[in-house]
C-alpha cells in the first residue's frame, strides 16, 4: 500500500509470553521463549480510506519491510526520496532499519501511547472517538525471531537502541529498537489474521518461524476420513480469501503454483487445485532422482494428474453442489446449465479447503465454491457459470413476431369459394404451426444457436485457459525436478533417460488437457442442446403479462395472416354470389342485406379460427430438434475449435508425415 504510512514502532500492547491455547500444557513445560517484539503499523490516510484488510494481506505477503526495502518494491529512486527526508533520517540510516518495541513496561507503555496519540489526532479531525478510530487505524505485529539481540554496554547485538530520531547504537532506555533489514513473515504474528491456537505457535514463540513459513496456513492434515479441526478450516478459510481477493485484483491474469511457498511469495497465485499432483511434486522436493527414480516420478505424475483431472471435472457437475450453487445460477439450472467453470474451483482455494474422498465433497467445499464463483462473476464475467441463457428464454418467451408470413403465396386458385371457406379453419390452423415452427427454427438459426454458443465459446475457452494453466505450472515443476536431477545425474546416459522420461511426461500432461477439453467442449455442446431447448419451451409458458410467447405470435397470426385471408375468401364469394344471382346491379337495401351477413359470417369464422388456434398446436422446438439443428448447423467441434490446439496437432502431423518419407 503505497499511500498507508508503516511505523516502525515496537509496542507490546497485549503482551502475553504464550498466546490462549498454549498454556498450562505438558507440552509447554521445559519450553524455552524468544524476546517478544511489538511493531504497530499505521495506516496514515483519512479516516475513510483506511483499509486494514489491504494492509494486513500486504504483511502477511511481504513480512515487515524496510523504508528502503518497500522504495525498491514500488520501483522509487531510493537517492531520490531520501533528497526528501531530513538529514538526520538519512545519516542514521533509520530508512534501512524495521522499529519495534519490546515487551518491558516502557515498551509497552511506547506502543500504547503513539497508537493512542494518532487516534486522539485523528478523532480531533474526523470528531469520532478516539476508541472507535485506535480500532480501525492500527494492525499490531509481534516478532518473535531468535536472531534478534539486544545491543548491550558491552556485547553487540541485531538489535540497536532507539533514543528517537538519533544515531542508532547501545542499550534501549525507553524500550524501542531498530534491526537492520527486513523481517520474514515466518517470524511475525498479525493480529486479525494468525490464530494463538493454529498448530506450530509453539515453534513460533520459541523464536523459529512458523512451519511452512506462515501463521495463516498449518502443513496439511493426514488424508483420511477424519474431520478437518478447526485450525485447518480456517487455514483453508484464508488461502479462499486470498485466492477470491487475487482473482478480483488480476481477472485472468492470475497463475497457478503447486506450493505454499510459491504461492506465499507471488502476488499473482493460486494454488492449483490438483491436489494429488501437487503432492507428487512437492514430496520430490528438493531432492535431485535418480534416472530410475525419475521414472517412477514421472509415472506418478502422469497418472495422478489424470486423476485430478478426474475429480475436478466430477466436481463442476456434482448434482450436489449444483443444488447448493442454485442461488448464484438463478434459472440457468432449470434451462440445463449443469456445470461450472473450473475457474470456480481454483477461485476458491478448493486446492486446500476441500477434502475429495470417492466423490463425497465437504461443506466447506460446497459454501466455497459458491462463494468463490459469486467473486469469479464479478471478476471476470466469462468464468461465471451461466446465466445468459435464463435472460435468453425470456427474450424470446416476450419477443413480438412482428414479422408473420401472409397466406400461402403459391396458394391454389378458389374455383370453389365455400368449399375453402368450410375448410378455412383447418387450412388456417396448419398454416399457423408451419409459420410457428418456421419463426422458432429462425429464432434458434438466427439468434439462439449464435449468441449461446459465444456465450459457451467464452466459458470454455476459460475452461481451456485454466487447463493450460494448470498444465504449466505442473510442467514448471516437473522441468525444476528435472533440472536438479540432471545436475546430479551419475552419467550422460542418466541425463538422456531423464530428459526423455520429462519430455514424455510433458506430452502426457498435454494430451490429458487435451482430452479433457475434448470432454468439456462435448459437455457445453450438450448443454447448448438443453439450454436451447429450454429457453423454448418457455415460449409456451406465461411471461409477466401474463402471456406466453406463443400467445404473443398467435395474435400477429391472426391480424397479419388469419383477417386478410378471409376477407379475401370473402371477397370472393360475394364476388361469385352476384355472378350467380344473374343482376347487372343490386339495390341497396339488397346490398346492405348481404353485407351484414357476410361480416357476420367473416366475425364467426374468425372466432372459430381464434378458437381452434387457442386450442391446437401448442408445440415448440423439442431437445431432437435442437440438436438435429445444432450438428447440421453449429457443430460444436467446429464452434470450439482451439486455433492453438490446431496448430500442435498440425505440426505433429507435419512431423509425422516428414518422418514416413
Known sequence: MASAVVLAVIGEGTAGAVPPGDTGGAAAVGQ????????????????????????????????????????????KDVAAELRNLPPGYVDNAHHEHVFMWDSSKKGIEGANALEDREAFYRSKAGGAPAGDVADRHAVRVKIRWDALKKDGRLLGGTLKGDAGGGPLGGPSSNGAWAYKGDIPRKYLFIEGIDDPAAPGVSQWLAGKGWPGGSGVCAPAAPSGRAKRSAPAASCSADIARTHRERLRAHGDDVEYVTSLAEFEKNPKALLSPLRETGKVLNDAGNAGLSAGDFETFSARVGEAFERDLRAA???????????RVGAEAGRAAELGAKALPFVGIAATGYAVAEDVKSGDYANLAFDSVAEGLQVAMTAQPEFAPLLEPALLAEQLAQLVYNE?????????????????????????????????????????????????????????AADVVTLKKWAAAKKAAVARIAERSRARAASAEDERRIDAHESALRKRIDTKVWEQQDARTALYGEQIVTV??????????????????????????????????????????????FRASGARVWGQAELTRRQARWRKM????????????????????????????????????????????????????????????
Do not use: C
Open 313 to 323: 471435472h466430477e466436481l463442476t457437475t456434482d448434482t450436489g453442489l449444483l443444488a
Open 404 to 460: 408473420v408470413a401472409g397466406w400461402i403465396a403459391g396458394q391454389k386458385r378458389l374455383d370453389h369459394d365455400r368449399g375453402q371457406w368450410d375448410k378455412a379453419v383447418g387450412d388456417l390452423v396448419a398454416h399457423r404451426d408451419e409459420q410457428w415452427r418456421h419463426r422458432l427454427e429462425g429464432q434458434a438459426l438466427e439468434k439462439l444457436f449464435p449468441q449461446l454458443d459465444e456465450k459457451f465459446k467464452r466459458v470454455l
Open 532 to 577: 436451447a431447448a429450454g429457453a423454448f419451451a418457455r415460449v409456451l409458458k406465461p411471461g409477466k403479462d401474463g402471456r406466453s410467447g406463443f400467445d404473443t405470435f398467435n395474435d400477429r397470426f391472426v391480424e397479419k395472416s388469419a383477417k386478410p385471408y378471409l376477407d379475401k375468401l370473402i371477397g370472393r364469394i360475394s364476388e361469385d354470389e
Open 32 to 75: 524455552t521463549y524468544a524476546d517478544e517484539y511489538t511493531h504497530i503499523v499505521i495506516d496514515k490516510r483519512p479516516r475513510d480510506q483506511v483499509d486494514l484488510r489491504r494492509l494486513r494481506e500486504s504483511l502477511h505477503r511481504n513480512g515487515l519491510q524496510t523504508t528502503k526495502s518497500r522504495w525498491l518494491a514500488e520501483g
Open 602 to 661: 367473416t366475425e364467426d369464422k374468425l372466432a372459430e379460427v381464434r378458437a381452434a388456434l387457442s386450442a391446437r398446436g401448442r408445440t415448440t422446438l423439442s431437445e431432437d430438434d435442437v440438436r438435429a439443428m445444432q450438428k447440421r448447423y453449429f457443430p460444436v467441434e467446429e464452434a470450439f475449435r482451439d486455433p492453438e490446439r490446431d496448430r500442435d496437432r498440425i505440426f505433429s502431423e507435419l512431423v509425422r508425415d516428414q518422418r514416413g518419407r
